[in-house]
């Protein structure tokens, strides 16, 4: 998109969208966390740590990653990677208060991976236009839509198809089949949805 079209984003513009992002992504990693299922990316990841450990979502996810922080600086900058940095922050905070405030007697799975996988992606989205990400894989997949033009999406989805089929030797079949359809639903809004040439905000 043309220089002359593109509009800043302010700061508030900005701290809005980290944070409401963050709460349907927390959100979503509780119902997933509660239903036994798994998501792809970082968040997969922390979910796996969980159920190994017994650590806190949020807990799994910061740490997790700790590893990515310096890809993030040298290739999207400094703005990109406090604005990141933020987002985990925040993401991990919320993903340990949500049980607190939430609880479920019944939760069934489908709905779950439903609700869960929409959730994500349109809070990926969100965070993605205000030029922030939640690390991990993010960082890889806006890095490569952003310099070499690969559709984020796509991208995503090929390596959380590799995460989940890998959590076949921890989960049962059937939830890995609910969480293939979750992460099918986070990449098919991100690649419906987020094209950087149909969006003219910047951070």
């Known amino acids: 998109m043309p220089e002359a079209l593109k509009e800043r984003h302010s700061l508030l513009e900005d701290v809005q969208a980290i944070l409401f992002g963050t709460v349907m992504i927390a959100f979503a990693l509780n119902l997933f966390a509660h239903s036994q299922l ?5 968040a997969g990841l922390a979910l ?4 190994l450990s017994g650590l806190s979502v949020g807990t799994c996810f910061f740490l997790i990653n700790l590893p990515f922080y310096y890809l993030g600086y040298r290739q999207l900058g400094l703005p990109f990677i406090l604005r990141t940095i933020a987002a985990i922050a925040c993401l991990s905070l919320l993903s340990d208060l949500t049980p607190r405030l939430v609880g479920f007697a019944h939760l ?3 709905f779950a991976s439903f609700l869960g996988g929409c959730l994500i992606g349109v809070g990926f989205i969100i965070i ?8 991990g894989i993010n960082i890889l997949v806006l890095y490569l ?5 690969i559709s984020a999406g ?3 989805l090929a ?7 890998a959590a076949c030797f921890l989960i049962p079949w059937s939830a890995v089949l609910y969480s293939l359809l979750g ?5 098919f809004l991100m690649i419906f949805n987020f094209k950087s040439s149909r969006y003219n905000g910047f951070s």
């Open 48 to 51: 796996i740590g969980h159920y």
């Open 154 to 156: 796509k991208v995503q």
């Open 38 to 42: 798994l998501v792809g990316g970082a």
């Open 108 to 110: 069934d799975p489908l």
């Open 159 to 165: 390596i959380d198809s590799g995460i989940l089929l």
């Open 145 to 149: 839509q952003k310099k070499h033009g």
């Open 128 to 135: 993605f236009r205000h030029g922030s990400s939640l690390g």
């Open 183 to 187: 992460a099918f639903l986070v990449n």
